[in-house]
């Protein structure tokens, strides 16, 4: 029983492809997130919903566009891709967005922009 | 934008030793928690520190918030292979977790 689950989980891609990254949790938490972890490890936020409104924007290209279809999921969309988009990234929810609420994790999707 | 410094950066240690990871910021955090990922896999929560001073023991790591809440530490006694991993310290400021660099944790038997 997955608890955060990204598909797809490996993404070789061309530049200037678009391409999507979905995400669903099944813990009936209110909000998600997505996370950025690049090749030094360094885990950044882009993006944070809580039922389904957007309450954090990173500063990030709008070349990535979230979609939160209902609070269960949240899905990520890249235009243009360019190889500096290659990276880990990871989708996670959380209970409420505030306080000490644990951020639960998906296993990640490494996308690689050749 | 605060400032988090997490060290040391790469630790390698041998089975049995002890060790101590470090999580500086110049800010005041309301509670701050630690996780560890492994290869291939998302960050798993290990213990989420609220009060100024708190220490919370899981098994052979002992994490501590500082008085001021502003820093934290993470102490394994007798590191074992399976504590081999990247250790992140996530301190809370609002509604926003920020990450440290990590630290690559390696424990070789």
Redesign the interface.
Known sequence: DTA?SQTPKYLVTQMGNDKSIKCEQNLGHDTMYW?KQDS??????MF?YNNKEL??NETVPNRFSPKSPDKAHLNLHINSLELGDSAVY?C?SSQV????S???????TRLTVT | TQLLEQSPQFLSIQEGENLTVYCNSSSVFSSLQWYRQEPGEGPVLLVTVVTGGEVKKLKRLTFQFGDARKDSSLHITAAQPGDTGLYLCAPRGGNKLVFGAGTILRVKS
């Not at chain 1, 644990?102 to 990640?108: E, I, R, S």
Request: net charge positive; proline share 8%; aromatic share 16%.
């Open positions: 955060v996370y030094k490890k360094f885990l950044k936020i944070s309450i954090i990871f996670a967005h505030r306080g000490p644990p951020l639960h994790f998906g296993n990640g």
